[in-house]
């Protein structure tokens, strides 16, 4: 990860945190969180580093369900939050604060400010990265999250489908525009392979985001297959890399989180 410091924005990082990184997609439904949560756990127990996961998808907060926490975040002295620590990773999500059924109907301006709070009045200690899962879309709002949280480097996660790629070409544009540097793309619900006969089956095309990251330079940092297992692993609050380290799938994500 290219460190932020080298454009002169120290001051602004988030405390204790060395590198900031995003999971973004430019559509919703495409793994993003998914991703987030498998590369976060991933980082923490296979490249033991010191690993953070900020869910900054206020809306759709996905952290609390894939990453099992159920508790609310205690406060220090000097009115930190503590992050909630689980596999390894210590998290923070909207999801925590509200209630499971509140509706969140949040204008810009206070998702803002909550998500200020969520970063940066926040004990992290100190962290090697901090991953973002990204509110999906490529609008306003996330520019400006982009900007606040100082980012060292943003992947983007689509599927092989060209209305997915449409949109992660456009998150590709937008995080140029804040100088971000793209670190590269993942290609979620790559292939499905039969359960009964092993043959594979390329439901949503195939090699879309290979030949997009070829087109537009950038590095396609793994395929991660659509797969029974990883659904559960979300629904049941045990990421497949924590449930079955070394499958397939696992080895996969944890090439991604090399990559980074
Ligand atoms: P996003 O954050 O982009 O909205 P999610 O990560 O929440 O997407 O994923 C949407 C749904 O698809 C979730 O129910 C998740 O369990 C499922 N899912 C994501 N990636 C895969 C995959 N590779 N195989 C099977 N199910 C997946």
Not at 48 to 64: R, T
Not at 85 to 91: F, H, L, P, R, W
Request: contains cysteine; hydrophobic residues 40%.
């Amino acid at each position: 990860v290219r460190s932020y410091s080298v454009l002169g924005y120290d001051h602004l990082r988030i405390n204790g945190v060395e590198d900031v990184i995003a999971v973004a997609s430019g559509k919703g439904g495409v793994g993003k969180s998914t991703t987030a949560v498998n590369l976060a756990v991933a980082l923490a127990n296979k490249c033991q580093l010191k690993v953070g996961l900020l869910d900054a998808d206020v809306y759709g907060p996905s952290v609390p369900t894939m990453m099992r926490i159920n508790q609310k975040p205690e406060v220090t002295r000097d009115l930190k939050m503590i992050p909630i620590e689980n596999y390894g990773v210590k998290c923070m999500s909207m999801g925590f604060l509200v209630d499971k059924d509140a509706p969140i109907v949040w204008r810009g301006p206070m998702v803002m400010s909550a998500l200020q709070k969520m970063s940066r009045e926040v004990d992290w200690g100190s962290l090697d990265i901090l991953v973002v899962d990204m509110p999906p879309g490529t609008g306003d709002a996330q520019l400006t999250m982009s900007q606040k949280l100082q980012l060292s480097g943003a992947l983007i996660v689509s599927t092989p489908q060209d209305v997915a790629l449409i949109d992660a070409r456009r998150g590709v544009r937008m995080f140029s525009k804040v100088q971000v540097p793209i670190l590269g793309l993942v290609e979620n619900m790559s292939c499905f392979k039969c359960p009964h006969c092993g043959e594979p089956s390329f439901i949503f095309g195939m090699g879309g985001a290979r030949n997009t990251a070829a087109e537009m330079g950038l590095q396609l940092l793994g395929e991660i297959p659509i797969e029974v297992d990883i659904r559960k692993g979300c629904d049941e609050g045990i990421p497949i890399v924590v449930s079955a380290p070394d499958s397939v799938i696992s080895k996969a994500y944890h090439d991604v989180a090399q990559n980074v």
